[in-house]
């Protein structure tokens, strides 16, 4: 199993991805706002995403865990 994190501090903007769904290596799963940049987080394998761990409007820290990939 795979541990999504945040490559940096900022807040959830908007998920794409749903817990069950399957994903595609290097598919958006979610996208983060930091200063007013978009980031996108994406998927580092092919599998199913088993959990999101966050809701749109949470605030991350950078490595928090955020998804978990299988």
Same mark, same amino acid.
């Given at each position: 199993?795979?541990?999504?994190?945040?490559?940096?501090?900022?807040? /959830?903007? +908007?998920?794409?991805?749903?817990?069950?769904? @399957?994903?595609?290596?290097? %598919?958006?799963?979610?996208?983060?706002? @930091?200063? +007013?940049?978009?980031?996108? /987080?994406?998927?580092?394998?092919?599998?199913? #995403? /088993?959990?999101?761990?966050?809701?749109?409007?949470?605030? #991350?820290? %950078?490595?928090?865990? /955020?998804?978990? #990939?299988?």
């Amino acid at each position: 199993m795979a541990e999504v994190t945040s490559p940096i501090t900022g807040s /959830v903007w +908007k998920i794409l991805a749903q817990a069950e769904a @399957s994903i595609e290596e290097g %598919e958006t799963i979610m996208i983060l706002e @930091s200063m +007013k940049m978009e980031i996108r /987080v994406k998927s580092p394998q092919k599998g199913k #995403v /088993v959990e999101i761990r966050v809701q749109e409007g949470d605030s #991350v820290l %950078e490595d928090d865990i /955020v998804a978990l #990939v299988e």
